[in-house]
């Protein structure tokens, strides 16, 4: 009787556990399917992206989610990559002069125009590209769309400008060269691509800010401003229709033809260098290995696989929460 009782127990216990067991998976099945539903659902949510080609080659693109507030920019294929030794830095330093004035707005009517459109202007140099964008209302579109046009086709470039630019870059310099981590990333594109334009620094070497002139940021903006290298993108309240009116508007004089640059192959190297600290109390590495370009099916899975990993540094704080696991597997 004990023995039958014992096995009655079992079996009532496996079935009992095979139950947990399919309500887990059931459970799981939903969940999955809620996941799956969610994310097609979160998918008809996003706004399509309009894209339309001007004329004159400037590419106009687009996305409309509603709302009182924009964000709109040009992009422009320009940065060190498109710079030699000679000139090296040049790209960073015209952005710097974006803001100074303009043949129809002195930097005074600029800074006031943009304030009293309660509005942010912006820019910002990187190996490929540099870009002027702007945050306003959806209602200053236009307004904001001609400032752009303005700082890139009038810039005035004045000597006393200039000069005054050159020492605020010299200075941006000293103080990027204090940022470990902008240090470690300059020497790492400099021995990934080393002997070619995307080894070359971003604010370009001291020697080259102190002799950059006018001549050089005017001979830069007619070789790299050019239409069918900008593209005016938008994105937050915004009307696509009524941003290529703007558009057309606008940038119609810029120049539609221009030559192309001879960009060397950037080659992927390999390499090792150390630059020692001992009065560092940390070590800062840096180790690269080739992937691809952004043309290539696999970029966004590998941006996507970026974002889940995440990042984590324990210098920083703010707790464990800040980062992801995957980040945290190796502090």
């Not at 334009?197 to 800010?209: E, K």
């Not at 150390?274 to 560092?280: L, P, S």
């Not at 590998?302 to 980040?327: E, P």
Request: hydrophobic share 40%.
């Amino acid at each position: 009787m004990a023995s039958s009782l014992t096995r009655f127990g079992r079996a009532l216990c496996a079935n009992a556990w095979k139950s947990r067991a399919a309500v887990a998976r059931t459970a799981s099945a939903a969940a999955a399917t809620r996941a799956a539903n969610s994310y097609q659902q979160s998918l008809l949510n996003v706004p399509d992206t309009k894209v339309t080609v001007l004329n004159n080659g400037l590419r106009v693109a687009s996305e409309d989610s509603g709302g009182s507030t924009c964000t709109v920019g040009l992009w422009i294929d320009s940065g060190s990559r498109y710079e030699t030794e000679a000139n090296n830095g040049v790209a960073h330093y015209l952005e710097h002069m974006a803001f100074k004035g303009t043949k129809n707005r002195s930097q005074i009517q600029l800074e006031l125009e943009v304030e009293n459109m309660g509005a942010h202007l912006n820019a910002y140099t990187s190996r490929e590209q540099t870009v002027y964008y702007a945050k306003s209302f959806s209602s200053d579109l236009g307004k904001a769309v001609d400032i752009l046009a303005d700082i890139i086709q009038n810039p005035t470039l004045g000597k006393a400008e200039i000069e005054r630019e050159r020492s605020v870059i010299l200075r941006e310099m000293e103080e990027v060269e204090q940022q470990v981590e902008e240090v470690i990333f300059d020497h790492l594109h400099s021995l990934a691509y080393q002997g070619t334009p995307l080894g070359m620094t971003i604010l370009g070497p001291t020697a080259n800010i102190k002799r950059i002139n006018r001549d050089h940021l005017s001979s830069y903006i007619a070789s790299h401003y050019t239409a069918p290298r900008i593209v005016l993108a938008a994105a937050g309240g915004v009307n696509h229709d009524e941003l290529v009116g703007l558009a057309e508007r606008c940038f119609s004089g810029l120049p539609t033809t221009y030559d192309l640059p001879s960009l060397e192959p950037c080659r992927f190297s390999g390499s090792m260098m150390t630059v020692r600290d001992d009065t560092m109390p940390f070590a800062h590495l840096a180790f690269a290995v080739e992937g691809c370009g952004w043309s290539n099916p696999d970029y966004i899975p590998l941006m996507i696989a970026g974002a889940i990993i995440g990042n984590y540094d324990r210098t920083v704080g703010g707790g464990q929460n800040m980062a992801s696991k995957l980040a945290q597997g190796h502090p």
